[in-house]
Each structure stands twice: as structure tokens, then as C-alpha cells.
DNA sequence: ACTCTGACTTAGCCGGACTATAGCCAGCCC
DNA sequence: GGGCTGGCTATAGTCCGGCTAAGTCAGAGT
């Protein structure tokens, strides 16, 4: 990556208020990805999210609770009949938006740390043809990480 | 998601050898993700790693030791002028390949933890154009969530 | 009213990530 | 060869995530 302008001097500045940093508060747990990981296969329930995750109840009430306060999963009373009402977790917006994230690691361990690509394939459902995660610019193209730069965003107000 | 044929009935199997979980034991630290950041950046030597992570040196060490140790970073031999030879840190294709995981954080941290879309911003070099970190089909067309299905890998051997 | 079940909550513990501080060691300079 | 400097290593302690185990609590069923 190139460091434009003023941020050139990596001296000069340090990485306040960095995005990065910021998203690991929230997500900076294995269970807060793995829970996500869950929620994309389509697991709604805290039950079965402990279960499949492989945490404590304990460990998913708490992790639920953090991830909801926060609006990455939306708590929504359902009803099961003959059943009292319950609560079931579902992504938000902001909890899609992590999508990305979370796939961009199953793809580095795929094929980096597993031996045979990995036990699962993720496909176009339409086509079935194999997606990846990829850093790219408005027309589709990918880019290479030489092929980026980083400036400073407009200052608005502060800062 | 969709979970296709087998994988459907999410209570029939666990996410065993989860490529995610496995990354997560690599890079599921926050000390981790920064120093790749600032690799990413051009950092490349032991005491700028854990000043401009903000980190103690001891945990800079054992860290990048780790990931040495599992190929994120190659240890490099260098020798400035009128100093004792020392090692700098390089990024590997293997830590490379982490960018999309990294940006994809931002990203998310940008948009939904920060009032102003964050400090930084990433452009595409040569025309300054704004990247983004997608999930993409092989022509570049971005995927959504409800258009992704998930298939077990063909089997080689066992499993 | 009583029980049962699912969804938590609470308390106590362990281990790993991180901190602060200190010490060690290689090698270049003098 | 003695001192300085940079790159670690060692030690001790804190904090926090996750664990186990037990308790609570709401409400449907009986």
C-alpha cells in the first residue's frame, strides 16, 4: 500500500480512531465469529447457536446479549404453539455487513491452513459457480494490494 | 445462506474443521490483525511494529514470532550501515492474502462504528477511484447473502 | 398450585493475552 | 575490552473470555 500526502511520514501519525481496532471490540472474539458464521447458515436460536458454535450457554447468552445491544442481531419474540414466547436472533443490516469479513477468513483458511481446500464450498446460488472475497474497485475489478493508497478522509469538523 | 442437499438439516452435522475457527487461531487476536494493518501499511521492522500498534514489545515479539512461525510474515536478515545485522518482518503471499479480511473490518468499522465513514479512506493507485472488499463471482459482480449457497467439498479421501 | 422446560444469570475458576519492568545478548564503536 | 543500542527474553501481575455448576425466572401444561 502507498501512504499519500501527509500520511507518507509513518512517523508523522498514528492510527487513532482506526476502523480497524474499533471492529475488533465487536467481533474480536472467536465466539462473536463463529456465532455470525452460525447466523449465516441460518441458525436463529439461542439454543441451537450454542450448540452449533460449540460454547457454553453461559458463553452465547452473554456474547447474543453484546452482539444485540450493539444492533448486529436484532432480538424478535416468536411463538411456537403450545410454546411460551421466546426470542430469536436475527442479522441486522449491520450484521450482514459482515458477511465480507467472515468469508474473507474462511477463504484464508481454506487455503492457507486446511490441506484439501477445506469442507465447504461457497457458490452463486443461481449458477453455482464459486465466489470469492475480493478487494475491488466500482467496475468488479480486482485489486492488488501494490495497486492501493491510502489518504486521509475529507476533515469534517474536528480532527 | 442456502445449505444445499445434506447440509440442509443443520442439526445432521457440525461444522467440523471450520476453515474460520482455523484462522481464528492465527489472526483472532487484536494484537494480530493490527500488526498486520500496519504491515499493510510498509512497516517492516520490530520496533515500529510495536510502537505503531501500540503494544509492548513483548507482545510484539511473541506475535510476530507466531506468525513467522506459521509463514504471515518471512523474518529477513538487514544490515544498516554502521549497525549489527537485525531482521525485519516481511508479509508473505500467505499474509497477503489477509488483506481482504483485514479491509473487510475497516470497511465495516468505516460504516457502521464511526460518525464520519472513519479517518482513512483506500483508492484504487493509478485513478484514486474508491475500493471495496466484495463478495464476488468470477466476472466481478458483487453477491448478496440470500444469493450465496454453501455445498460440502468433493470428497478426497476421507471425510 | 405445581412442575417442567428453555433461556438465561450468577459465582467461582482457569488460562491466555497483554502490561510493566527488568535483564540478557550480539555486535559495532571507541 | 568496555559501553551503548536494539532486539529480544523473563518474570510477575492484571484483565477478560470461556468453562463448570448451580440458581433464577417466565409461562404453558396438568
Known amino acids: 500500500m502507498k501512504l499519500e500526502g501527509p500520511l507518507a511520514d509513518r512517523d ?3 492510527a487513532t480512531r482506526c476502523s480497524v481496532d474499533l471492529a475488533l471490540t465487536v467481533v474480536g472474539t472467536r465466539s ?56 430469536e436472533y436475527l442479522l441486522t443490516d449491520m450484521g450482514r455487513a459482515l458477511l465480507p469479513a467472515v468469508l474473507a477468513l474462511m477463504q484464508w483458511g ?30 468488479g475489478a480486482d485489486v492488488a494490494l ?4 491510502v489518504r486521509k478522509a475529507p476533515n469534517r469538523k474536528g480532527r
Chains 1, 2 share one sequence.
Open 12 to 14: 508523522a501519525w498514528r
Open 32 to 87: 462473536a465469529m463463529l456465532l455470525l458464521r452460525e447466523a449465516f447458515y441460518g441458525t436463529t436460536r439461542f439454543h441451537d447457536f450454542a450448540d452449533r458454535v460449540g460454547i457454553t450457554e453461559a458463553a452465547a447468552a452473554s456474547r447474543l446479549r453484546e452482539l444485540a445491544d450493539i444492533g448486529v442481531f436484532e432480538k424478535r419474540p416468536y411463538r411456537d404453539e403450545g410454546q411460551r414466547t421466546r426470542h
Open 110 to 139: 481454506d487455503e492457507y491452513l486446511q490441506t484439501d481446500g477445506g469442507p465447504l464450498r461457497v457458490v452463486e446460488d443461481d449458477t453455482g459457480a464459486p465466489v470469492r472475497v475480493q478487494v475491488c474497485t466500482a467496475d
Open 146 to 149: 501494490d495497486r492501493l493508497r
